[in-house]
């Protein structure tokens, strides 16, 4: 049986042809036949052609020859590859052919996945909307680099400008090892709001065409979708080519898009954009901008206010994988802490648990400013800075030295 990984030459066979043409008259057949990737038949064929035959032609056998080989083989011909002379161009040819496919299977995927968890966000949304009970109050979605730190100063300004604003921005709210599409699609689902930031560089990319296009049919249907023109303008996302933004969704969403009044960034100066962004979005949800006082308000805030779900929630995910540390710092005792762990499989169960039999335990005496003082104490200044903000952070540093 062939080796199946040679599909990957096939797809590429025509520039994988013209190079191997261009390197037949050094080592290459000597280390196939070493190799075991040509019979003593197929090297004498071939050497045979190269009197009579243009380069080309032999090149052409010889994919021929190597797309009949075993499994395994194809490992083989790419150390070949790597170790003979002018091997690097058809090599490097083959490995972008190969992430290419890797990409293609990967988008598949998240559009398979779209298909099923799409009936399960709508109904999760549906659920918190008719209590107004949300875990995040607003879901940042972005492709690119430099999106991302675009996004990371919104998130900030956010939480500058908004005391408890809870973002859900995925540079912080994932766990490591998380399978990343059906946990987008999860804080989809439990997200009041989603800001789009279109950009050039959502064309093709499946994680943010996966969150556009669920946001379109779940937040956009209900005026909550949010969507900012940042690399590209809205006459680009808006006219008869819209594609250039979802290129796999169909029509009836492009028209939603177009009919929905976004904030175009770019008619803003480089050093307003963030603050443009942050105010719109606060606007946009109906939430107060702390305009004076906002480091005591909020620290302030956490001291006396008293713990509830909404607290839990907003850290649990972020500090998951020390669960344990966190715990500790609590004063939570440790039959409690063994206890957390053999109910539950996974760290976030685990977490989420242990936080809400330390709530019970405070019996309505708790404070917020008590879980964010654990979390500082277990070393996690980062995600106290995330989710609390600069202010709390420092206030924090001051009280525990």
Not at 216 to 243: E, N, Y
């Amino acid at each position: 049986m062939p080796d199946p990984k040679w599909k990957i030459l096939t797809r590429a066979q025509k520039d994988v042809v013209l190079y191997l043409s261009n390197i037949l008259g050094g080592s290459l057949l000597d280390s196939l036949l070493a190799e075991g990737l040509l019979t003593e038949a197929n090297y004498e064929k071939l050497r045979k052609m190269r009197e009579t035959k243009i380069d080309n032609e032999v090149a052409q056998e010889l994919v021929v020859m190597l797309k009949k080989t075993p499994p395994r083989s194809y490992d083989k011909f790419c150390k070949v590859l790597r170790n003979v002379d002018g091997g690097k161009d058809v090599y490097d040819r083959l490995v972008k052919e190969e992430a290419k496919e890797s990409s293609e299977q990967s988008d598949e995927l998240s559009r398979e996945l779209i298909k099923q968890k799409l009936p399960s966000v709508e109904a999760e949304y549906a659920k918190r909307e008719k209590t107004d009970d949300w875990v995040y109050d607003v879901f940042l979605s972005f492709s690119g680099a430099g999106s991302r730190a675009f996004c990371r100063q919104v998130r900030d300004e956010l939480q500058s400008l908004c005391r408890g604003v809870r973002v859900f921005f995925d540079e912080g709210s994932i766990a490591g090892g998380s399978h990343i599409v059906p946990v987008l699609l999860k804080a989809l689902g439990e997200s009041k709001y989603v800001a789009v930031f279109l950009t050039h560089e959502m064309k093709g990319s499946s994680h943010p065409e996966a969150e556009a296009t669920v946001a379109l049919k779940v937040h956009g249907a209900r005026d909550r979708l949010l969507p900012f023109f940042h690399t590209m303008s809205s006459q680009q996302c808006c006219d008869a080519d819209i594609s250039v933004f979802l290129p796999d969704s169909d029509e009836k969403l492009y028209e939603m898009i177009a009919k929905i009044v976004g904030k175009n960034l770019q008619k803003e100066k480089e050093e307003d954009k963030v603050n443009a962004a942050a105010r719109f979005i606060l606007k946009s949800m109906k939430f107060a901008v702390e305009e004076t006082d906002t480091d005591g308000g909020r620290v302030k805030g956490l001291l006396q206010e008293e713990i509830q779900e909404k607290h839990l929630r907003a850290v649990y995910l972020k500090i998951q994988a020390f669960w344990k540390r966190v715990a500790r710092e609590l004063g939570l005792p440790e039959y409690e802490i063994g206890s957390c762990e053999r109910s539950n499989s996974f760290d976030e169960e685990r977490c989420y648990d242990m936080l809400q039999r330390w709530k019970t335990r405070q019996r309505g005496k708790g404070k917020a400013w008590d879980l964010a003082s654990a979390i500082y104490k277990a070393q996690l200044e980062g995600v106290v800075e995330e989710v609390y903000g600069k202010s709390v952070l420092k206030a924090l540093q001051l009280a525990i030295k």
